[in-house]
């Protein structure tokens, strides 16, 4: 058992690595070779992990966006007391947070790359299904007034994606951080009931 375990820590450590790397400096231009040097292991290790480059880079965009939901529900989770507005900007944030490592290189190879895009839309589809249910939760306790939740939510991911892929910032100049502050701002604004709202 304790082979096993020691297996496990080692094969999420080095998912951790490559993660990280990936993340600051893009794929498409990276050999097993270079992952393996950069990695200090063997190419036989990183085929202990996947069978190829393409398999392992689609397992290592899986790990991220795997680890970057559980911390990003853990930044909810910890707001459960709080009101639906509080929660809504917890989540924002957390998602900020999570791609702040992540650079326009990174971002630029997922679109280009299919089994990396899919992946990516997956959790962006996620994400916007749970800022709904945020949303939703909010308008059904009285905290937010009456809107459609599933434009909401469409509008949000929509701007999501375009801070992700670095459009914003080369826009407004904002950086991600900021984009999404701004984001739970305009979104929090909207959605504060009207004081004229049932009048």
């Given at each position: 058992m304790g082979v096993v375990r020691r297996g496990s820590v080692r094969r999420e450590e080095l998912f951790d690595a490559l993660v990280a790397l990936l993340l600051a400096e893009g794929f498409a231009h990276l050999t097993l070779d270079d992952v393996a040097a950069r990695l200090h292991c063997s190419k036989r290790t990183l085929y202990s992990l996947a069978g190829s480059k393409e398999q392992l880079?689609?397992?290592?965009?899986?790990?991220?966006?795997?680890?970057?939901?559980?911390?990003?529900?853990?930044?909810?989770?910890?707001?459960a007391g709080a009101g639906a507005a509080e929660q809504v900007g917890a989540y924002l944030h957390a998602v900020a947070t999570e791609l702040a490592p992540a650079s326009a290189r990174f971002f630029d190879d997922v679109a280009a790359f299919p089994p990396a895009a899919e992946v990516y839309e997956r959790n962006t589809r996620a994400a916007a299904a749970r800022v709904q249910q945020l949303v939703a939760g909010g308008v059904a306790s009285g905290a937010f007034r009456?809107?459609?939740?599933?434009?909401?939510?469409?509008?949000?991911?929509?701007?999501?994606?375009?801070?992700?892929?670095?459009?914003?910032?080369t826009s407004t100049g904002l950086d991600d951080a900021q984009a999404y502050a701004h984001l739970a701002e305009l979104l929090l604004r909207g959605l504060a009931p009207c004081a004229r709202d049932g009048a």
């Amino acid at each position: 058992m304790g082979v096993v375990r020691r297996g496990s820590v080692r094969r999420e450590e080095l998912f951790d690595a490559l993660v990280a790397l990936l993340l600051a400096e893009g794929f498409a231009h990276l050999t097993l070779d270079d992952v393996a040097a950069r990695l200090h292991c063997s190419k036989r290790t990183l085929y202990s992990l996947a069978g190829s480059k393409e398999q392992l880079v689609r397992a290592a965009v899986v790990h991220f966006f795997r680890g970057a939901t559980e911390r990003v529900e853990a930044a909810v989770a910890a707001d459960a007391g709080a009101g639906a507005a509080e929660q809504v900007g917890a989540y924002l944030h957390a998602v900020a947070t999570e791609l702040a490592p992540a650079s326009a290189r990174f971002f630029d190879d997922v679109a280009a790359f299919p089994p990396a895009a899919e992946v990516y839309e997956r959790n962006t589809r996620a994400a916007a299904a749970r800022v709904q249910q945020l949303v939703a939760g909010g308008v059904a306790s009285g905290a937010f007034r009456e809107v459609h939740t599933a434009f909401v939510a469409d509008v949000v991911t929509a701007t999501m994606v375009r801070i992700q892929q670095r459009q914003v910032a080369t826009s407004t100049g904002l950086d991600d951080a900021q984009a999404y502050a701004h984001l739970a701002e305009l979104l929090l604004r909207g959605l504060a009931p009207c004081a004229r709202d049932g009048a």
